[in-house]
């Protein structure tokens, strides 16, 4: 199972969807679990490891064909283990709204605390180090080269920031909001103003 994700992940090569994007989301994913921890950690676990097996920019289905792999490989590999691949399958089709859902239509309970915090861990990079958010914003711009024409994906990138910045709320849980909301809003305008 890890070496048929390994093998998803490496392609096509990816500047930012890669490895190194989920071993981030695993120091999310253990920030919470110490924090106001998870309902259901094995479904968020595997959930964060799949998200974006499938990955080719400029395509509309990579949530839906990531959450396929990942009920596959579960249904393959996973036999009698307490997961629901459904579950798993549904968090990952969640992350193609980013940015388009309210933390309300999560509904309440548990379940819907692990989707929004499921959800934030992977919009962290939004509140990270300057540093840090530059690269990831270079490593997204690299990763449409050659799908997309610069001034289109430029054009949207600017337009998919400003729309994260209008939202009163960038993070969708309380746990990410007080920790990250005010860095990722000094990110994003920075990189809105050099999109100009």
């Not at 395509?59 to 009698?80: K, T």
């Not at 309300?104 to 605390?113: C, S, T």
């Not at 209008?166 to 000094?186: E, N, V």
């Amino acid at each position: 199972m890890r070496e048929a994700l390994e093998a998803a992940y490496a392609t096509p090569p990816r500047a930012y969807h890669h490895a190194g994007h989920i071993n981030q989301l695993m120091v999310q994913f253990r920030e919470v679990a110490s924090g106001p921890g998870w309902h259901r950690p094995a479904d968020v676990w595997l959930a964060l490891l799949y998200h974006d097996a499938v990955y080719d920019a400029g395509r509309g289905d990579n949530e839906a064909r990531s959450a396929d792999l990942a009920r596959e490989h579960i249904d393959r590999w996973l036999v009698g283990v307490d997961v629901d691949a459904n579950h798993v399958a549904a968090l990952i089709e969640l992350t193609a709204r980013h940015g388009h859902i309210d933390g309300a239509e999560l509904g309440e309970g548990p379940d819907a605390d692990d989707a929004r915090h499921f959800l934030d861990c992977d919009m962290a990079i939004l509140g990270a180090p300057p540093d840090a958010f530059a690269a990831y914003d270079r490593a997204i711009a690299a990763e449409y080269r050659g799908h997309v024409p610069a001034w289109l994906y430029k054009l949207n990138r600017k337009r998919f920031l400003k729309a994260l910045l209008q939202r009163p709320r960038l993070y969708l849980s309380d746990f990410f909001h007080q920790r990250l909301d005010a860095q990722a809003r000094i990110n994003l305008r920075r990189a809105v103003t050099h999109k100009q």
